[in-house]
Nanobody
Framework: QVYLVESGGGHVQSGGSLRLRCVVS????????PAWYRQTPGNERELVANISSGGSSNYADSVKGRFTISRANARNTMFLQMDNLASEDTGGYSC????????WGRGTHVPVSS
């Protein structure tokens, strides 16, 4: 079984930064198509950022220029650097990978106060 565990969430003031981390265990396979999703209050879960199979990073328009996705395959770890956070970024952030099927972490909460 593949497990994903997020960490790094927590309360932050508007304009601040956080770095989320997701550790993948239960597999020796290279992380493929790592992605971060979030669910903000009253909205559907949305894709925040991912790394395609070709290696390019993709971002939701709302976070472009502020968030950066990265990974450290040797440690089966992915990151989401979030800068210049705004109250609209408040929500639950989850990581996901695809290994024959999608696997998800339980998420970490990021409350941003203005």
């Amino acid at each position: 079984q593949v497990y994903l565990v997020e960490s790094g969430g927590g309360h932050v003031q508007s304009g601040g930064s956080l770095r989320l981390r997701c550790v993948v265990s239960g597999t020796n396979c290279k992380i493929t198509t790592p992605a971060w999703y979030r669910q903000t209050p009253g909205n559907e879960r949305e894709l925040v950022a991912n790394i395609s199979s070709g290696g390019s990073s993709n971002y939701a328009d709302s976070v472009k220029g502020r968030f950066t996705i990265s990974r450290a395959n040797a440690r089966n770890t992915m990151f989401l650097q979030m800068d210049n956070l705004a109250s609209e970024d408040t929500g639950g952030y989850s990581c996901s990978v695809f290994l024959l099927r999608a696997f998800w972490g339980r998420g970490t909460h990021v409350p941003v106060s203005s």
